[in-house]
Every structure is written in structure tokens, then in C-alpha cells.
């Protein structure tokens, strides 16, 4: 199954909602399943990439054109390069098996706000 994550890309947030990141990343990638999301190795995102990554987990990276040079960081399997950031998010929630809403900000907001 491919799984849509959305959580905070932020660097400032408690180190519980970090390693929950990380083991729901580990527990996607132990079971088979490839993760989707938006592409940032920062703050929960990082974690949940890692999580998965470590485990030899899949990964499906989603952003906008505009954040191509930033994200050089992600090792994906799949890249899938949207023309806007609303192209972003409709891809993330509409083409995920699962979608799992994690702690964050605005962007999290709006992506359960979308999926709903």
C-alpha cells in the first residue's frame, strides 16, 4: 500500500512527536508499504523519512516545482513533481492508499481538512 503522512516539517517540536515520526516510519517499511509525503528531511517529516529509509522501506517524494533545488537531500524512489503547491497537496491526499494526519501546522491543517 502506499501511505500518505502529513505532519510538521519543523524543527521546533517536542522529541515524542519526533520519534513517533520515526517509528511509524519503521513500521510502514517492516510491513511492506511505501511511504508518500511531501518531501522534507526536517522536523517530523525527517524522522518519518528516516524511519523508513533505515528500514528498507520505499519512499514516493511529492513537491512542487519551486522546492526542486532544496530537496536534495531525499532519497526517493518515485518523484512525483507537481506544478503548485495545491497540485501537491491534491496529489498527496487523493493518491494514497491511507492517508495518516500527524502533528503540525498549517500544511497538516490543510491536508486533513483536503482528505476530509
Known amino acids: ?20 515520526a520515526r517509528e511509524l516510519g519503521k513500521i510502514i517499511a517492516l510491513n511492506g508499504h511505501t511511504l508518500v509525503f511531501g ?14 529509509k533505515e528500514n528498507g522501506g520505499k519512499v514516493i517524494s511529492v513537491f512542487p516545482k519551486q522546492f526542486s533545488g532544496f530537496l536534495t537531500k531525499i532519497e526517493s524512489d518515485k518523484i512525483i513533481e507537481t506544478e503548485t503547491a495545491t497540485d501537491q ?20 491543517l490543510a491536508e486533513l481538512a483536503t482528505s476530509i
Open 1 to 20: 500500500m502506499e501511505i500518505f503522512v502529513g505532519c510538521s516539517s519543523s524543527e521546533d517540536v517536542d522529541s515524542i512527536y519526533l520519534e513517533s
Open 89 to 108: 497537496l491534491k496529489y498527496l491526499v487523493n493518491n494514497g492508499d491511507i492517508t495518516i494526519i500527524m502533528p503540525g501546522s498549517y500544511g497538516a
Open 39 to 52: 518531501s522534507s528531511d526536517k522536523g517530523m517529516m525527517g524522522e518519518l523519512y528516516r524511519g523508513v
